[in-house]
């Protein structure tokens, strides 16, 4: 098992930068892929970022491309994502989740439990 903690999300305005932090426990060896997803109300959540666990090239949404950034430290087991330029628009409730080595997409990823970003203008 893996256990997925978010941090860092708030109310801040537009144009302002925000940091999430994921903290990743349990079974780590079990991870292939990291990812940072996001839901509104009313909308599927959606895949905004990731990358593989052991590094390597990162995947980003065209939504937030330029602006965001998800990194790992491996020593302290944490996956972060650097929001700068924050539009009102990416209010959402963002998720940490962490893909099995041997599935394929993300259906059987452990889940964090969300936090919330509000950004006004």
């Known amino acids: 098992q893996v256990q997925l903690v978010e941090s860092g999300g708030g109310l801040v305005q537009a144009g302002d930068p925000l940091r999430l932090s994921c903290a990743v426990s349990?079974?780590?060896?079990?991870?292939?892929?990291m990812g940072w997803y996001r839901q509104t109300l009313g909308k599927e959540r959606e895949l905004i970022a990731a990358?593989?666990?052991?590094?390597?090239?990162?995947y980003y949404h065209n939504s937030v491309k330029g602006r965001f950034t998800i990194s790992r430290d491996n020593a302290e087991n944490t996956v972060y994502l650097q929001m700068n330029s924050l539009k009102p628009e990416d209010t959402a409730i963002y998720y940490c989740?962490?893909?099995?080595?041997?599935?394929?997409?993300?259906?059987?990823?452990?889940w964090g439990r969300g936090t919330q970003v509000t950004v006004s203008l």
């Open positions: 989740a962490a893909a099995k080595k041997g599935t394929t997409g993300w259906e059987d990823a452990y």
């Open positions: 349990g079974s780590i060896s079990s991870i292939s892929v």
């Open positions: 990358a593989r666990w052991s590094g390597g090239t990162s």
